[in-house]
Nanobody, 123 residues
Framework: QVQLVESGGGSVRPGGSLNVSCAAS?????MGWFRQTPGEEREAVATIYRGDGGPVYYADSVKGRFYISQDNAKNTLSLQMNNLKPEDTAMYYC??????????????????WGQGTQVTVSS
């Protein structure tokens, strides 16, 4: 069993930046950040396969604005979010899967989830 604890998030004006972090209780091959708004399906924001040089997937809507970073020694995954837009407002969830062989995009591909942290972008 892997425990995921998220931190960060909050409220910011459009154009601002936020950072969310996820601390895992153990190593996992795949991790990612997903987001969800009421009535909508959970969607992948950025996911990483931590083997093979760590290929990363970014949703088109966040490319060039959001960046994943990881600290393997601490088993943490962070998401730096820049130039935030109102449409980025959502609950952000960290996800992890212990074993994988490549990037996993679907929420159903992850076994472990954090409790979620709210990101609100509003003027």
């Amino acid at each position: 069993q892997v425990q995921l604890v998220e931190s960060g998030g909050g409220s910011v004006r459009p154009g601002g930046s936020l950072n969310v972090s996820c601390a895992a209780s153990g190593y996992t091959d795949c991790m990612g950040w997903f987001r969800q708004t009421p009535g909508e399906e959970r969607e992948a924001v950025a996911t990483i396969y931590r083997g093979d040089g760590g290929p990363v997937y970014y949703a088109d809507s966040v490319k060039g604005r959001f960046y994943i970073s990881q600290d393997n020694a601490k088993n943490t995954l962070s998401l730096q979010m820049n130039n935030l837009k109102p449409e980025d407002t959502a609950m952000y969830y960290c996800a992890a899967r212990q074993h994988c062989t490549g990037i996993v995009l679907l929420p159903t591909g992850y076994k472990f989830w954090g409790q979620g942290t709210q990101v609100t972008v509003s003027s």
